[in-house]
């Protein structure tokens, strides 16, 4: 394993010119896959355009940027984002590759669970990025994931042939149990069940909105933009969130940091992890280099910004991911 510096500084990226928005134009069919993808111009490089994707879950909705006959990259946002997430990250690896970012099951532009279902879990969403890899007719891919993302992306890493590297930013595995909220987290997930399920918050505007999202996390309103405008729906008195509410809920139950460091073993691609510098406090740099030490093929970059460094700092964590594609 090798841990290096962050390289210098490249130029910023503006996200509001970066803000995604439907083509709205027609549909041209994809091969190798049950993907339909739109709007191409007329050097054959879209950036971005809308994608679905029909897995047995339903419909997934994706971005894609980049030309359609580069080698592909799939793309996982973290929780409570959605492909949007990588609207400034996502031009800049298209000089290298065909970038689809997924809207996750229950995010974005993708479908719901039933109502008949409780709650989503980590183990479902590996499944479905896997069946839409599958159904666009990726039999090797580049494999780039963010927070929930990188959690949903190290699982399938470890399960799956198909996956030439593995790109994480701010996740290696999922969020385990030490055992000692076990019984609280079991308790509070089944309260959850018998809740009523609230009416959704209507905001008046995309920029009330955008505020919303701001007050909550560490990111500015210029940064949150496409992200947030993507999670919206048009409803009576202005807009409500897309997401599905259920992706609030507590995970009844958590593997162990035992399991999570045996099925991390099994990752056997060449794999960058980008952390945060401060460190985020549910990622400690104790906690993280340990996962990182059960990775065969790993390099760790610590890069100083916030949880979102792909959106705070695009330019630094495309030419550091740049450079790993090309070793």
């Known amino acids: 394993m090798a841990i290096a510096p ?7 990226v503006h996200a509001r010119a970066l803000s995604v928005r439907k083509t709205g134009q027609p549909a041209r069919p994809a091969t190798g896959g049950r993907a339909r993808v739109g709007a191409w111009n007329d050097r054959g490089v879209n950036g971005p355009v809308e994608v679905r994707v029909a897995i047995p879950l339903g419909e997934l909705a994706a971005l894609q940027w980049g030309d359609p006959e580069a080698p592909p990259l799939l793309a996982l946002h973290g929780w409570l984002d959605n492909a949007a997430s990588f609207a400034r990250l996502a031009p800049l690896l298209a000089a290298r590759r065909r970038v689809i970012a997924l809207d996750l099951p229950g995010h974005g532009h993708s479908t ?3 109502r008949s279902a409780y709650r989503y879990h980590l183990v479902d969403q ?11 007719g990726l039999d090797h891919f580049d494999l780039l994931g963010h927070s929930l993302g990188a959690g949903i992306a190290s699982l399938a890493a470890a399960a799956s042939a198909r996956i030439d590297r593995l790109l994480l930013i ?4 999922p969020l385990a149990d030490d055992g000692s909220q076990t019984l609280p987290r079991w308790r509070d997930a089944h309260t959850q069940r018998r809740s009523p399920r609230r009416a959704p918050r209507v905001f008046a505007s995309i920029e009330a909105a955008v505020a919303a999202r701001v007050a909550a996390g560490d990111l500015d309103a210029g940064e949150l933009w496409p992200i947030v405008e993507r999670n ?10 897309r997401s599905d509410a259920r992706l609030r ?5 958590r593997i162990e940091e035992t399991q999570a460091r045996r099925l991390l073993e099994g990752i056997r691609v060449p794999t960058l992890l980008l952390l945060a510098d401060p460190a985020t406090p549910y990622l400690p740099r104790d906690l993280m280099q340990a996962r990182a ?7 760790v970059v610590h890069l100083p910004g916030p949880h979102h460094l792909h959106l705070r700092h695009a330019g630094l964590v495309a030419r ?7 070793a």
């Not at 809920?249 to 139950?253: A, E, K």
């Not at 030490?293 to 390099?299: E, F, G, L, R, S």
């Open 112 to 114: 719901h669970l039933p």
């Open 249 to 253: 809920l507590t995970t009844p139950l």
């Open 320 to 326: 550091t991911m740049l450079d790993f594609i090309a």
């Open 232 to 241: 919206l729906r048009a409803v009576d008195g202005g807009h409500a969130w």
């Open 170 to 173: 701010e996740g290696l595995g």
């Open 293 to 299: 030490d059960c990775v065969p093929d790993v390099k």
């Open 126 to 136: 590996v499944d479905c990025a896997l069946d839409a890899a599958a159904a666009l």
């Open 6 to 12: 962050h390289p210098g500084p490249l130029p910023a």
